[in-house]
């Protein structure tokens, strides 16, 4: 799977969203210039926040939170200046981020709109404990039918 993404990344890189060459260039940047000292580092930094996290939910079954840390946007029209495309896109990512990162499970279900656009509420369990995750996820959404 991994040689297919990517022969289909190499045959069609120039449809690839600027954000994500400028996110793969930093990344080879690193790599090549630093021998993956801060991914190390990185990945250091990650246990301790996972541990964090385990530290919470010795407390709570769930965590509930917006899934983006501001309200959303319209899609934009064509013809979008890359660095409209990156200021865009900065920021979309930063709640999931922490737990695609520790392995937490999680999940966004739709909480309601704003100006006729969709709010996303992300729910986090415990590790390995999707079921709980499943289940309120359920109930949040039988109680808004």
């Not at 992300?122 to 499943?134: Q, R």
């Amino acid at each position: 799977m991994t040689d297919a993404v990517s022969r289909g990344i190499k045959a069609h890189s120039n449809d690839l969203q600027p954000n994500l060459k400028l996110a793969w260039m930093l990344g080879d940047y690193m790599k090549n210039e630093y021998n993956g000292r801060y991914y190390g580092k990185a990945q250091n930094l990650v246990r301790a926040l996972a541990a964090e996290f385990d530290k919470v939910f010795k407390d709570v079954d769930v965590i509930a939170m917006p899934t983006i840390p501001f309200p959303p946007k319209k899609i934009p029209k064509k013809g979008l200046s890359v660095k409209d495309c990156i200021e865009l896109v900065s920021g979309l990512g930063s709640n999931a981020r922490s737990f695609s990162l520790t392995g937490h499970p999680a999940l966004s279900i739709n909480a309601g709109f704003i100006d006729g656009l969709p709010i996303g509420m992300m729910l986090v369990a415990k590790m390995f404990d999707e079921k709980t995750l499943f289940k309120v996820a359920y109930a949040f959404e039988k109680l808004n039918e």
